[in-house]
């Protein structure tokens, strides 16, 4: 059994001529039959096409599933099978992702796209052995990176909250009128410009504006020091 953090488990299904979908592999083993079916039906649909070359497709697609609160992001891969119609099976790979990570935009398709190629690009029609082993490695590495997501929205979060208890300060409210709007107004860009960084999902660009951003919360939040930040972070976002 394994657990993952962020992640909701991975499913292997392939194309049996008689019985259709046919999930052989999944992980965590506490999936249900229900969902395990109903993704493999499902996203098999999605890829009906016959390929023109047998080899690792490019394709991704996400498919939302409301009912279990959550989106498969799935490949296929093809292999050589004598015994099949075309010489080849299709083989179904469906990474199971919450459904408010897809619907915040928190989830790079770019990174899960280079995950399934390091791992799928080298057989080349080849038959994969162990299927569990491998949508296991899979799983692992792609919760690894949302994981590691998760945490830098919470941090993004702790900090917004920061930002917002500084504008109700006794250090605020005890300043003249125009004092106050003019920090409001800078703090309130300074949000601005965190959750423009949060959607661009970015993990190296959120990483370096919240280390700017721990820096200016551990001083006194000066003007000079909000501006200062407000320009790095706007450089960091058009890079």
């Keep these: 059994m394994r657990d993952y953090v962020v992640l909701r488990g991975a499913i292997w299904t392939e194309f049996d001529e008689h019985r259709g979908a046919n999930p052989v592999a999944s992980t965590p083993n506490q999936l249900s039959d229900e969902i395990v079916f109903?993704?493999?039906?499902?996203?098999?649909?999605?890829?009906s096409s016959r390929p023109t070359n047998i080899s690792?497709?490019?394709?991704?697609?996400?498919?939302?599933?409301p009912e279990y609160e959550l989106f498969s992001v799935s490949t296929v891969l093809y292999e050589y099978s004598e015994g099949s119609r075309g010489g080849f099976t299709i083989n179904l790979i469906s990474i199971l992702i919450p459904a408010f990570f897809m619907q915040n935009s928190w989830v790079d398709l770019r990174q899960?796209?280079?995950?399934?190629?390091?791992?799928?690009?080298?057989?080349?029609g080849a038959p994969v052995e162990n299927k569990e082993a491998v949508i296991t490695a899979i799983a692992s590495a792609i919760d690894k990176i949302l994981?590691?997501?998760?945490?830098?929205?919470?941090?993004?979060?702790k900090i917004r909250t920061q930002l917002n208890h500084y504008l109700d300060s006794y250090h605020v409210l005890s300043l003249k009128q125009e004092e106050q709007q003019l920090i409001?107004?800078?703090?309130?860009t300074l949000i601005l410009l965190l959750d423009r960084v949060l959607e661009a999902g970015d993990n190296d660009r959120i990483q370096r504006a919240i280390q700017r951003m721990n820096f200016i919360l551990e001083q006194e939040l000066s003007e000079e020091l909000i501006m200062m930040y407000q320009q790095s972070l706007s450089r960091l976002i058009t890079l």
């Design 38 to 47: 109903s993704i493999s039906l499902r996203g098999m649909s999605v890829f």
């Design 56 to 65: 690792y497709s490019k394709m991704i697609a996400t498919i939302p599933f």
């Design 112 to 124: 899960i796209q280079a995950i399934f190629q390091q791992y799928f690009a080298t057989y080349e």
């Design 147 to 157: 994981q590691r997501k998760l945490e830098v929205i919470n941090q993004g979060e």
């Design 184 to 188: 409001k107004t800078r703090v309130t």
